[in-house]
C-alpha cells in the first residue's frame, strides 16, 4: 500500500505580525538532519526554530540503509526503537558476476548488539517518526512548515533571515543559524560555498516497487544483493534491497550518457524492470535517476 502523504499544518508565524525576539538557533530543512539537529538541541535545554519550505516528508524513499552508528544515534534520539520495529534488519550482503555467486560478507557476525549492521527503512518514515518527537517538545522546538529562507545576512553576533510563507514574508534573527538543507542548498549558493568533492559521470536508476511475490525468489533472510553484468541488465550493475510494505528497491546503473528526463519515465522504467521481475506483477512505487556523489 502506497505511503499517506499527511501534510503537516501551517500556522501564520508570529514575525508576520510584530517583530520577533531574536532566536538562539535557527534550522532550515525539516529532513533527517535538522529535525535530528533540532532533538538533539531540545535534549540540552537549547531552543530552536525550523523551517521549511514544505509541509509533507519527503517524497520517495530516498535514504533507505541506516547503519548501525547512525541507529544508535537515533536510539539516543528517541526513534531508534520505532525504527527497528519498522525497518527491515539486515547483515548479509551477497555480489554475483552475471548469475553466479562470487562473494558475500556479514557485517555483523557476532551477537549482542542493540542493533544490527543495517536497518532498510524508507526516508519518509525516519521524517514521520523525527517530526512526532520533535513535537514531544513545544516549549523548545519551533516546527515552522511552508516557511521558505530566501535570503539571509550574516552580522557581528547575529544572522538575520527572510522567511516567505503564504501569508507573506517576515524576517528573524538568530544567534545561530544552521543549514541543513541539502545537497542543493540554497544557504550555500548565497554564499559561495559549494560542497567540494568528486561526482561520478555513470547515471544510475532507483525504482521502488511494490511486489507481493519477492524478487529475491525462495530466499527468506533479507540481505543486500549487488550484480555485475547481471543477465537482466546487460554490461552495467544492478542492486536489490527490501524495504517495509513489501517495497523493493531496485538500483540500476544506466551509463555516463543518460538522459534523466528519458529515462525516468514509466514507458523506459517498466520494461527495464521487467527484464530483471519477468512476468512477477509489481507496482512502480517511485523512481529517480541520479549521478553518484561525495563531497562536503
Known amino acids: 500500500m502506497a505511503y499517506a502523504y499527511t501534510p503537516f499544518p501551517y500556522s501564520p508565524p508570529p514575525g508576520l505580525i510584530t ?8 534550522i532550515v530543512g525539516a529532513g533527517p538532519i535538522g529535525l535530528s539537529m533540532a532533538v538533539d538541541l531540545a535534549l540540552r535545554g537549547v531552543k530552536s526554530v525550523v523551517l521549511d519550505d514544505n509541509n509533507v516528508v519527503s517524497l520517495g524513499s530516498r535514504a533507505i540503509c541506516w547503519a548501525k552508528r547512525t541507529l544508535e544515534i537515533f536510539d539516543r534520539l528517541g526513534i531508534g526503537e520505532r525504527m527497528l520495529e519498522k525497518g527491515v534488519t539486515w547483515k548479509v550482503g551477497r555480489q554475483f558476476h552475471g ?15 542493540k542493533y544490527p549492521a543495517f536497518v532498510n527503512l524508507q526516508q519518509y518514515y525516519v521524517e514521520e517518526y523525527l517530526v512526532e518527537r520533535a513535537q514531544d517538545f513545544p516549549d523548545l522546538i519551533d516546527l515552522r512548515f511552508l516557511n521558505k529562507v530566501t535570503d ?7 544572522v538575520e ?15 545561530w543559524y544552521i543549514a541543513c538543507d541539502g545537497a542543493g542548498s540554497a544557504t550555500r549558493k548565497r554564499t559561495n560555498l ?12 532507483i525504482a521502488d516497487v ?10 527468506d533472510t533479507p540481505e543486500r544483493w549487488f550484480w555485475f553484468a ?3 541488465h546487460n554490461g552495467q550493475s ?40 519477468g512476468d512477477a506483477p509489481f507496482r512502480l512505487d517511485w523512481m529517480s535517476v541520479y549521478k553518484f556523489r561525495c563531497a562536503r
Open 238 to 277: 544492478a542492486l536489490l534491497h527490501k524495504q517495509p510494505d513489501n517495497i523493493y528497491r531496485i538500483d540500476l546503473q544506466l551509463g555516463p550518457e543518460t538522459d534523466p528526463k528519458v529515462e525516468a519515465t514509466e514507458q523506459k522504467v517498466v520494461p527495464r524492470l521487467k527484464q530483471m521481475l
Open 194 to 205: 559549494p560542497f567540494e568533492g568528486q561526482t561520478f559521470d555513470e547515471h544510475f536508476l
Open 19 to 26: 517583530p520577533e525576539p531574536r532566536h538562539p538557533v535557527v
Open 99 to 113: 548469475d553466479r555467486e562470487v562473494y558475500n560478507f556479514d557485517l555483523l557476525p557476532e551477537p549482542g548488539h
Open 210 to 219: 511494490e511486489m507481493e511475490t519477492s524478487p529475491f525468489g525462495d530466499h
Open 230 to 232: 547481471p543477465p537482466f
Open 161 to 175: 533571515l527572510t522567511v516567505e510563507t503564504p501569508d507573506g514574508p517576515y524576517t528573524l534573527e538568530t544567534d
Open 152 to 158: 539571509h545576512k550574516g552580522h557581528t553576533d547575529h
